[in-house]
């Protein structure tokens, strides 16, 4: 609105017309609320259903309002009888993600920096097959990492399940797009100050890219926490579950049983949580990784 | 205007190569340093090389190799063991009339209308959701943006349980389509395609007895009438699922792409009097044309790899209509132990995929091509 045309009309057309635009305006955000709550109603049916019992799980699946309320599940996930396993999946997503995340964090930032900036024989191959690696989906590699793995005799163990994620393309890709972002200069003067590669990486580099390490940090860490096809390809003993293959394996063959849904849900819950709380706080990471992650090109 | 010039300087030629002619000292200094860096170069690169050649690059040549066998899982497939098939595991696919072809082309025509459905659906769902929460006006913007992306970031397995729950036969989404008075179908255990249901609906083809120049006629080992099903309503599940979870990632890049557009191309838009409806059409759709055929081509790629939910899911069944290819290569490897088979499929799994990342490539070619053309217009 233009300081002109208001001063033009009467203050009752101002009013008038300034009406309807603010009733279309509480409309367009009540309709958004409401598809907003429609996007999360699977949430939040997801958290209500975990405090029910199995029967009125299955004869009120809708309402909101667990009558009795129990926790009965959380518990039997960590002390009952079938929840022995549960505590092995937690502890072996909780390791293997932090594991892969400190050696993404390390290792791609490394590979991301000599793309960038080393000059070295071969760098623009390496590129070229770091670009086309990230072409290649993950579906298609199931096979041909079950081979490589029984291969190498190390099938069924945690080195299989951890060692093939500790570099991944598109992490060294968002490394070595913001090192190339970097000015050059500063690095420059390390370098006549009679700094060496490692020491102006160390000290000079890597201070700087504290917001994309956070990036990736966060970016590792959601993806090895989520992973699935890996596992199920290189693991195949109940003690090498992870809250992925462990749910998957105790959900999947269960069609239509209609049966222990609470139970399969809180283990769900309790696989998404993790996530959900680092995605709330460090949401931005999020967004840029993901638009970096499907612009590599 | 000077922003959109920006990124062709940055992407000029490799970085340094051309910046200082070689002075008489630098020429001096630059062998004894560049050999450091060269060094310290592939020290830093070596991880990267190890694991990505080692789990990536030559596995994928062993799987090639194993496709060409006859091999159970026992022997070492590299040791002469297992027999050499040359391509028969592919002729198995395409050319051969039995089990494997059948189940090779459901599960084809399976993730066809797989695609067909989840990639315009999910692209109008994320183009929709970004210009409704890019509006002006709209109070909370961050909190509709989370909520519209956090499906995306959770783990596939854990929503995937979620909708097993949510479309049990007695499930959440029954009663909420019995309150409008609809009686929803057993969702998983339903294998009739929606072609069917829409002919039968309509009153024009009996599922029960299909019509017999369709039913006994066919190709490749699946008569017209199997192709022509529509996906089945279990597949529908999945695909809601998955339209559910990506369109949120989808909606970041829509969202990326509004907020590029120039103010001023919108509120000279505004004072030339057009309407928003003009506006969307002329102004905002055109400028996220690159986007939107970016969105598309990622959702093609996407789409043809969809694994985990069916494992969770359905597991393929009922009667093998979420059968995908990625699936079938797996159950092919680890459950009938037909690893050459499986193999198989992978690659020509990939190649399809590999098809719609080359549309990719030539749509993003495509989109840089306009890229440089826009400088020129906003000069007239």
């Excluded at chain 1, 199931?142 to 598109?170: C, E, H, N, R, S």
């Excluded at chain 1, 809250?243 to 959900?251: I, K, M, S």
């Excluded at chain 2, 529908?236 to 909606?251: A, K």
Aim: net charge positive; aromatic share 10%; glycine share 8%.
């Amino acid at each position: 609105m233009t300081a002109s045309s208001t001063s033009s009309t009467t203050p009752q057309a101002r009013a008038t017309r300034r009406d309807p635009r603010g009733r279309l305006r509480l409309i367009g955000t009540l309709v958004m609320s409401l598809v907003a709550l429609a996007f999360l109603m699977p949430f939040v049916i997801q958290v209500v259903t975990t405090f029910k019992t199995d029967p009125q799980a299955a004869a009120s699946p809708l309402s909101l309002l667990p009558n009795p309320f129990t926790v009965a599940t959380y518990r039997q996930l960590f002390s009952g009888s079938e929840g022995a396993a549960f505590p092995t999946w937690l502890g072996n997503s909780l390791f293997i993600s932090l594991t892969v995340t400190v050696g993404r964090v390390v290792l791609d930032s490394l590979a991301g920096y000599a793309l960038a900036r080393l000059r070295f024989r071969g760098r623009g191959l390496l590129t070229v097959l770091l670009i086309s690696v990230m072409a290649v989906p993950g579906v298609v590699l199931m096979i041909p990492k079950f081979l490589v793995v029984q291969y190498l005799g190390i099938y069924d163990t945690y080195t299989a399940m951890i060692v093939p994620l500790l570099v991944d393309a598109v992490g060294i890709f968002i490394m070595k797009q913001f090192f190339e972002s970097v000015p050059r200069e500063i690095e420059e003067a390390a370098r006549i100050d009679g700094a060496g590669v490692l020491r102006i990486y160390w000290s000079v580099v890597l201070p700087m890219a504290k917001p994309a390490l956070l990036t990736l940090t966060i970016l590792s860490f959601q993806g090895s926490w989520n992973e699935f096809t890996h596992f199920v390809v290189t693991t195949q003993s109940s003690e090498h579950a992870t809250l992925t293959t462990g749910l998957a394996q105790f959900v999947s063959g269960s069609l239509g049983s209609g049966t222990r849904y609470p139970l399969k849900l809180t283990a769900a819950l309790l696989a998404t949580i993790p996530v959900a709380i680092i995605f709330f706080v460090f949401q931005r990471h999020f967004v840029r990784g993901g638009n970096a992650g499907a612009l590599k090109e | 205007m000077s922003t959109t010039t920006e990124p062709e300087l940055g992407a000029g030629p490799e970085p340094g190569s051309e910046r200082r002619p070689p002075g008489r000292l630098d020429r001096l200094r630059r062998p004894r340093r560049d050999g450091r860096q060269g060094v310290w170069g592939w020290v830093f690169v070596s991880p990267m090389v190890l694991v990505l050649g080692l789990f990536l690059a030559v596995p994928v040549i062993m799987a090639l190799w194993v496709s060409l066998l006859d091999w159970d899982g026992q022997s070492n497939p590299f040791s002469g063991a297992a027999d050499f098939v040359g391509l028969d595991n592919y002729q198995g696919l395409f050319a051969e009339d039995g089990l494997t072809r059948t189940l090779f082309m459901t599960s084809l025509r399976n993730n066809l209308y797989y695609v067909v459905l989840a990639v315009p659906l999910q692209t109008a769902l994320a183009l929709g959701l970004a210009l409704a929460v890019n509006q002006q006006r709209l109070k909370g913007k961050g909190a509709f943006r989370t909520a519209f992306y956090f499906p995306s970031v959770t783990s596939s397995i854990a929503v995937s349980t979620v909708f097993l729950f949510l479309f049990q036969s007695s499930g959440a989404v029954n009663s909420l389509l019995k309150w409008v008075g609809v009686q929803g179908p057993n969702w998983f255990t339903d294998a009739r395609g929606l072609v069917w249901v829409a002919l039968d609906w309509i009153g024009l083809v009996d599922p029960s007895s299909p019509p017999a120049a369709l039913a006994d006629h066919g190709v490749l080992g699946l008569s017209w009438w199997e192709w022509l099903s529509g996906p089945s309503i279990a597949m529908c599940t999945i695909i809601m699922l998955v339209v559910w979870t990506t369109s949120g990632t989808f909606m970041l890049m829509f969202l990326a792409a509004l907020q590029d557009i120039p103010e001023a191309q919108l509120e000279s838009a505004r004072l030339d009097g057009t309407n928003r409806w003009q506006t969307l059409r002329h102004v905002i759709l055109p400028a996220l044309r690159p986007i939107l055929f970016l969105v598309i081509t990622l959702g093609l790629i996407g789409t043809w790899q969809v694994f985990d939910q069916v494992y969770v899911m359905s597991q393929g069944q009922p009667a093998n209509t979420t059968l995908t290819p990625a699936f079938l290569s797996y159950n092919m490897s680890f459950k009938d132990a037909q690893y050459g088979t499986g193999a198989a499929i992978s690659f020509v799994l990939l190649a399809i995929i590999l098809v719609m990342t080359g549309v990719q490539r030539l749509v993003l070619r495509e989109r840089d091509g306009r890229r440089r053309l826009r400088p020129r217009r906003a000069a007239r």
